[in-house]
């Protein structure tokens, strides 16, 4: 027996070390794992025994890993993820849950498909979905609070699997008695002077970025920026948004002449399993089916500049 | 500045920052996430220029010796020999003024083979810059993101970017802000090498062409700006000194990484000024 309960302690006892030493920091790596410092600290204090190295240099007014803990720290991933592996596949089939993360400016009726969709072919597994937006999720993912998440993109975290990416043209939404709601199509530049209404940009940061950029670009400045996912603004006149194809009572949508605009999206995962591959597959169909998403070699690939001053 | 003020001001212009700063003279300092390991990218050129100076002052290596740089095997890049179609004949001295004023590649990739890792990094730990490593050359650096990706630049994919050896900082060329402004202030106080040849390193740094980082942050005539870049994808980084009319001199490295892949992203490069000045004004105060 002691054997057993000697592995357990030593995986738990790298799980630490790996978001310790992802967080460089142990007051931030505590609030993670839900404990207190001291204990943590304790605890990495007896795998250093355990090992016979020191993984953190505490020397210095902050942490930072010594070169044997750097070498230790990708297999002591592997080991977290193995065991985190064995558990998804041994809950398998004894009614498991799947932890799942969407945005949540995503439609109701599209999270209500996605649910639908995956209970088809997964009965047995309680499906828990979460709304939260995309830089929440990729901290949740770390964390382990969610098994797979919906996320928009662009996002650039290591360690983060990705499903396949979709495309979703986006139009714009006008308040219905506004006068570029009596157009057919709207160009970005015809914005010009109204507000806009974004998720907030903490949670959507590469999206944001890339959206602004956009308007910018196609001569649309807008004077301010308001954050949010509810469309009364844009309802009241006193915003625009962008956003799929949708029918509202209130609005007019109209699509954007050139479509400048495509959200990505996909499903991404840390520690991989069956349950999280057959949950990404059944996303991709249902956001293909009930959100108007394609697949991304629809979208036309952009050319990049190559200025030295970029590279150097 | 706090804290927080800092990390807006990297959110606002989509990316997380690092950075340390410190009066060379005085010793205050200041950062954000100073002792975090990061990629350095191209500022690995640095401690090869230092050690490059080191052996010269041991007389192992000659600053004024003839190289010729053939075509074939040229490490690439968008600068300095790496840009040039023929056969270049030139002193080490102008190799090192190419590698650290335009980041030329093949420049640093031929002083690699002179200098050799091992040298830069046993210098590293005698100066006690323990999180500080170059592992691979700009060749190394440039082909293991094409064998990571399975194709050629641009490497936009964002998948494949959370893949890449050269973005691991437990694999790729390292260091932190902290230990980046040591170096940078030993070389201003002549402690990293000779005095001649720590004068002759402050020239050089000074003469880097770019304006768009570091030295957007301080538009005033009457101050001076040195660094070296590091670029890959996602990674923005300079490391450098800034030197006041009053005497007053800082070293400031920051560090930072997008959101977005995107390659051009003129917020990215001018927030390292931004939040430079912000720390430098901190110091000054």
């Known amino acids: 027996m002691w054997i057993s309960s000697l592995a357990m302690d030593l995986v738990r006892h790298l799980r630490y070390f790996t978001v310790v030493a992802e967080e460089l920091h142990f007051g931030n790596a505590a609030i993670r794992l839900g404990m207190a410092q001291p204990p943590l600290s304790q605890r990495i204090k007896r795998l250093e025994e355990e090992l016979g190295v020191r993984l953190f240099d505490r020397s210095a007014r902050q942490v930072r890993l010594t070169e044997a803990g750097r070498l230790l720290l990708g297999e002591a991933r592997e080991i977290v993820a193995r065991v985190d592996r064995l558990r998804e596949l041994a809950r398998h089939g004894e009614g498991a849950v799947l932890k799942v993360g969407v945005p949540p400016d995503l439609a109701a009726a599209v999270i209500a498909a996605l649910v639908a969709g995956f209970r088809e072919s997964h009965p047995e597994v309680r499906l828990a979905p979460a709304e939260i937006w995309t830089a929440d999720q990729v901290a949740a993912l770390a964390g382990g609070t969610i ?6 993109h662009p996002v650039t975290a290591p360690g983060l699997y990705f499903g396949q990416t979709l495309v979703q043209p986006q139009g714009v939404l006008l308040a219905e008695g506004d006068e570029l709601a009596q157009r057919a199509e709207v160009h970005l530049a015809d914005l010009a002077g109204r507000e806009l209404l974004m998720p907030p940009k903490e949670g959507e940061p590469g999206m944001h ?4 950029a956009e308007c910018r670009r196609r001569g649309y400045v807008p004077a301010q920026v308001h954050e949010g996912s509810g469309l009364g603004l844009v309802m009241a006149g006193a915003a625009v948004a962008f956003g799929p194809r949708q029918e509202s009572p209130g609005l007019a949508w109209r699509p954007l002449i050139g479509s400048p605009l495509s959200y990505r999206i996909s499903t991404a995962w840390r520690v991989a399993s069956d349950t999280v591959a057959d949950f990404s597959a059944a996303a991709v169909r249902t956001l293909k089916e009930s959100a108007g998403m394609a697949e991304q070699s629809s979208a036309p690939v952009r050319r990049v500049s190559r200025r030295p001053g970029a590279l150097a | 500045m706090n804290e927080i003020e800092l990390g807006e001001v990297f959110a606002a212009a989509g990316v997380e920052g690092w950075l340390h700063a410190v009066d060379i003279d005085g010793g205050r300092e200041c950062g954000y996430q100073p002792d975090a390991t990061r990629p350095i990218a191209s500022v690995f050129k640095v401690p090869l220029l230092v050690e490059l100076c080191r052996q010269a002052d041991a007389g192992r290596v000659d600053l004024a010796e003839r190289v010729l740089v053939p075509v074939a095997g040229r490490t690439s890049g968008p600068t300095g020999l790496s840009a040039m179609r023929d056969e270049v004949s030139i002193s080490l001295r ?27 990094n046993a210098m590293l730990a005698g100066f006690g810059l323990d999180a500080t490593r170059v592992t691979m050359n700009g ?6 993101m094409a064998e990571d990706s399975g194709h050629a630049w641009p490497f936009q994919d964002v998948e494949e970017l959370a893949r890449m050896r050269a973005l691991d900082p437990a694999r790729t060329n390292r260091g932190t802000p902290r230990e980046l402004t040591r170096l940078f202030a030993m070389i201003w106080r002549d402690e990293a090498a000779s005095a001649e040849l720590c004068g002759w390193m402050r020239e050089v740094f000074a003469l880097q062409v770019w304006p768009h980082r570091l030295a957007a942050g301080f538009p005033y005539d009457d101050v001076d700006v040195s660094g070296k870049t590091g670029t890959l994808p996602t990674i923005r980084n300079e490391a450098g000194v800034v030197e006041y009319p009053d005497g007053g001199r800082y070293a ?23 939040a430079a000045h912000m720390a430098v004004d901190h110091l000054r105060r």
């Not at chain 1, 098994?147 to 928009?152: A, E, K, T």
Request: charged fraction near 20%; hydrophobic fraction near 55%.
């Open chain 1, 209 to 212: 970025a890339e959206a602004l």
């Open chain 1, 147 to 152: 098994d797979v998440g919906v996320v928009r």
């Open chain 2, 252 to 274: 400031v490295a920051v560090f930072t990484r997008s959101f977005s892949p995107a390659v051009n992203q003129p917020r990215a490069d001018a927030v390292i000024g931004t």
């Open chain 2, 139 to 144: 060749a190394t650096m440039l082909d293991s």
């Open chain 2, 94 to 120: 102008d190799l090192a003024y190419l590698m650290i004023a335009v980041s030329d590649n093949a420049s640093a990739d031929v002083l690699v083979e002179r200098v050799g890792l091992e040298a830069v």
